[in-house]
């Protein structure tokens, strides 16, 4: 099947930033996809139109009752010239299930696959080359019916924007301060956390300024009943190597099922190394330290792919991991997940897709 | 201190609506209030102008991380012709406690009840008159800022919008049946739950969507640590009535300070019927059904007020409350708070804010 995307080409280009110079999601490229819904019609009149600001009526549900989704993922230049999308078809099963949770109706996979292909097609020359950069991509849904009544939207948009964005690690990777959060929660199991919905980031702003302000860079999540047990780290998943094994928080209904995490899981499960996905406390985290076992920790997600953790803060009880420098599984995994992202290694996972072809302007 | 608020009134009128036909929330004014925040400029350039969409940034972070807080209340019109609104400064009070725990920077409330004032006397005309009519008044907040590093806006909109709505009890009122939900969680401790914002809403809109299918009209959410511990019926705050008392659940950090919670409060202390703020839990309800001494139940609001609760339903065990009738408490707080609202009955609580004068277009 093939799906007819209209096409309008914008009549004028932005200027391409640098960007080592710039923040994470500050620019936005030539191109956006945009696909509305209506509750007769369904899903329609998916459209690539020039980057621009859209009119919303002011009661529309996005600004009162939060009911949005949205995804992210990575285009990369090889060295060669290539384009590559990582994992594209996980997003958009984890999109619909994040839909499925909040009500939102589902969009056709192989349609947003398509989208997602002529929109960086498109914008192909934003896609940075310079070393461990990448085009940074949103698609994302969200209620635009102008009701206030409390009731699932009958009206969303579906758009997808992209930003070109630098090197995580322009300065060499390095481990980061987590404090361990122990006042607020991010989520519970029952509620949304497993969806990637905007009320969850909101939920986390909160603990992420507390510790900001106290010098750390991260949060780290406890679940919301017991108040002991590990969720994530800021919006990343979390793994520990504890003696000869790597533990990760299982998903258990409030925690994101990363793809990263995914990946993580399978790339440790071909090196031979075994993954438990379980319960993981604090106080066993912090006995494994006292016990010299807590190898390293990393968290694991698009923006940063790993990012080694180097200290925890928890109520004042201090550990410092792996002192303090990037372990060993951390920087393989690093290496070897860019590796793939990039085209520089092979894909044994068939992971990445390669998008080729070019798009003109529909008439 | 008075606050220099721009005003451009519409050029043409809209009709207004038949409100006995009209769904909550679905009809607009013809003006509203838009005030601009920049981290450098504070809150700016407070304006009336004339309904309208406005204009906004796709990668504006509202539709990314959903950092935005509400807040509703009703504008009445008395038999003789005066505009009352109820306890509008307990709304801007909760507005900057959900400002505070969403880290949205606080809004001058002085400033806020001057633009309510303006807004509705500019819209004075759209206050419906038929018994139980109001119009209902819509302040929030939005992040702005299009930037998708997950941090707090540097931009925000605070926004009033205005709908009238139709009598909640047009066919008198009755008691609904409630589903007691098992599987899914609003909110809770450490979380977002006391805070008026969009994610909670979106949260509960599957468990809502499930209850209705079932034949259920509203939710009665549980606690998410224990999962038996009553928070809420719905989007309202819910009241008990065991032996010769009533029973709410305390305020935890999980459960909305209702204004109508915080009325029903004070008026049954001021008839000297006791009431206990405390945990509550979903058996301790049952058990007190089966001796008899659940009198009545009821949920407050700003929508519905009062609305009587007649059956309970929690994991296929059914209890039907007050043989399914409402109670007399129930109808009593009914009357006698929408007749302070209503300017019809004395206000010994000093409840009331009459608005007074004129607004004219500022050149």
Known sequence: MTHRISVELATTKRPKP???????????TDHMFMMDYDADKGWHSPQILPYQPIMMDPAAK?????????????????ADGRILLFRPQQNLKRLNRSNERMSIPDVDEELALEALRQLVLVDQDWIPREEGT?????????????LLGVAPSRQYKFMIIMS????????GIHPVRIHVESEYVRAVAGGVGQAKTAGNYAAGLKAQEKASEQGYSQVLWLDGVHRKYIEEVGSMNVFFRIGDKVVTPELNGSILAGITRDSVIQMLGSWGVEVE????????LFEA????????????????????VGELNWENRKIIIGEGRTGE???????????IQRGELADPFGWVLELKGTVSATS
Do not use: M, W
């Open 289 to 308: 330290q006292e016990q010299g076992r807590l190898v390293e920790a990393f968290g694991t997600g698009t923006a940063a792919v790993i990012s080694p």
């Open 62 to 78: 996005v600004f009162h009752y939060g009911q949005t989704i949205f995804e992210g993922l990575k285009a990369y230049r090889t």
């Open 329 to 339: 599984l951390s920087a393989r995994l690093y290496n070897e997940l860019t590796g």
């Open 164 to 171: 070109p964005v630098g090197s995580y690690y322009a300065e």
């Open 134 to 146: 990448s085009l940074y991509i949103r698609p994302y849904v969200f209620a635009t019916e102008p």
């Open 277 to 284: 996905q379980r319960r993981l406390s604090i106080e066993e």
């Open 18 to 28: 640098d960007v080592s110079k710039i923040g994470f999601g500050s620019c936005f």
